[in-house]
C-alpha cells in the first residue's frame, strides 16, 4: 500500500465514492445520535465501558487465565497465537483434522487482520463468508472500507452487478432479472448462503467479548447469518483479539446497551449469540478459541497507546470523521480504517512501513471521534503521541522541519531579527509566490496569505498614542 496522502488523494477524486460514503455516515450518525440521547445516563456507561476496559487491560494476563480455565472446563480448547502466521496455521490445521475443505465464517475483524482467507486458500480450503456485506467483498474481489459496514463504498447498481456476474461461480447463481431493489438484493443473498448453511461442517467466527467468569463467547450481529454459523457446523473454531476478554457476565450490562446504540443506532441489535465450550445435544460438538495476540502485547505495554485496546468495534469514529468521509476506507491500508485504524495498525503493525508510518496524519484532530466513542478513547492524544514516535525515527521530511522550527525559534527570541524579517517580508510582498518551494504536502491544495503591506508590529508604532 503506498502512504495514506498519495492513497487518499485518488480516493477524493471519485465521485460515486464520495456521494456513497456522505449519505451512509450521515445516516448513522445521525441515527446513533437519537439513539444515544434515549438515555440519561450515556456519559456514565461511556466512563463504565472505560474502566471495565481499563482494569481487565491492567490485569489481562489473570484475566486469560481465568477465561482459559472456564472454556477449557466447559469442553472447549484453547490455542494461544502469537502472530497472524501461527493463528494461521493454527486454524488450517483444526479445519484439515476434520476432512472437510471448506468453512462458512461470521464477520470476523480479526481472522480479516490476519488474512485468514486467503491463508486457508493456500491450503485448498474454501472460506465463504456468510455476513451480506462481507458477502459482497467477497464476491466482488475486494476489501472492506468500513468497520461496520463493509461495503459501505458500494451502492445498490454495483451490488446488483457483482451479484449478477460473480454468484454463479461462488454457489447459487442470482436469480434471473435481479434489479437493485433492497428486498431482492436480501433475497438472493439468502438463497445464496442457505446451501452453504446446511452443508458446512466447520464454521468459524469471531466474538465482541469473551467473559473470564464463565468462558463464554458473544457476537452482535442483524442478520442472522452469525447464529446460522455459531450452532449448525459440528466444529467451531473461534479466533478472537486477547483484548476482548472482559471480567465478568455482568460487565455485559453496560456493552450491550452502548454498543448497539454507538453502531447500529438500535436500542439492541437482533441477534444476540452467546456459547459457552460444548453441549452434546445442542451447537457444535468441538469448540476451538483461538486467541490472538499479533501486536496487542506491544501496545499493551505503552501507556498512551494502550487505550486503543479499550476499542468495542462500533465504528461510531468513522462516522463523524470528516477525513474518512472523503478519503474512505480503502487509503488507510488495513482492515481497520478511520480514526481508529490510525492509532490501532501502526500500533500492531509497527511503523516501519509507509502507509503505517502516515496513518497517525491521517486526521485533523477535530476530536469529532473522541466525543462519541463509548468507552472514551482519546484517538486525537493517541495520533499526537504516535506521530512523536515517528517523527522521532527521523527521515528527510522531519529532519527538514525540526531545522525550520530550529530557526524560527532563534528568529522569535531576537526581536531585532523578526522585526527586520517582517519589513523584508512586506516590501517584497509583490515577489512572493503563491506556493512555497520545497512544501508542497502543505501548499499543493492551498494558496499562501497575502502578506500585508505594514507589519503589526510598525503600525503599532505609528498608531499608537
Known sequence: MPSFPEAAEEAVHDVTLRANLRHATHTIR???????????????????????????????????????????????????????????????????????SEVVKVKSMATQEIGLNEALAAEGISA??????????????????????????????????????????WGRAAPDGLTDSPAELAEAARLHLREKFLRAKVGVSGANFMVAETG????????????????????????????????????????LQTLPRSSTAERMNPYTSMWTGTADADGPRDFHLVLLDNGRTGALADEVGRQALRCIRCSACLNVCPVYERAGGHAYGSVYPGPIGAIL??????????????????????GACYEVCPVAIDIPEVLVHLREKVADRGGRGHRLEKAAIKAAGW??????????????????????????????????????PEMPAQSFRDWWKKNRR
Open 216 to 255: 463464554t463467547l458473544v457476537v452482535l450481529e442483524s442478520e442472522g447469518n452469525g447464529r446460522m454459523c455459531l450452532t449448525l457446523p459440528e466444529t467451531l473454531i473461534s479466533v478472537v483479539g486477547i483484548e476482548k476478554v472482559v471480567p465478568t457476565w455482568r460487565d455485559l450490562e453496560v456493552f
Open 30 to 100: 445521525d441515527k446513533r445520535a437519537k439513539a444515544v440521547a434515549e438515555l440519561a445516563d450515556w456519559a456514565e456507561l461511556r466512563e463504565a465501558g472505560k474502566q471495565i476496559k481499563d482494569d481487565t487491560l491492567r490485569h489481562l494476563d489473570r484475566y486469560l487465565e481465568q477465561l482459559e480455565s472456564a472454556v477449557t472446563g466447559a469442553g472447549g480448547t484453547v490455542h494461544w497465537a502469537a502472530d497472524a502466521d501461527e493463528a494461521n496455521r493454527i486454524v488450517a490445521e483444526l479445519v484439515k483434522a476434520t476432512g472437510e
Open 128 to 169: 465463504y463468508e456468510t455476513d451480506l456485506a462481507e458477502l459482497i467483498v467477497q464476491l466482488g474481489d475486494d476489501r472492506p472500507s468500513h468497520i461496520l459496514v463493509p461495503a459501505i463504498h458500494r451502492n445498490r447498481g454495483e451490488i446488483r452487478d457483482i451479484f449478477r456476474k460473480q454468484m454463479g461461480s
Open 345 to 366: 495498525s501502526p500500533q500492531l503493525r509497527g511503523i516501519e512501513s509507509e502507509i503505517d508510518a502516515s496513518l497517525p496524519y491521517a486526521s485533523s484532530l477535530c
Open 411 to 448: 528568529v522569535l527570541d531576537h526581536p531585532a531579527a523578526l522585526a527586520a524579517g517582517e519589513r523584508a517580508a512586506s516590501g517584497t510582498r509583490k515577489l512572493h509566490p503563491k506556493r512555497l518551494p520545497g512544501a508542497g504536502a502543505w501548499t499543493a491544495d492551498r494558496e499562501l
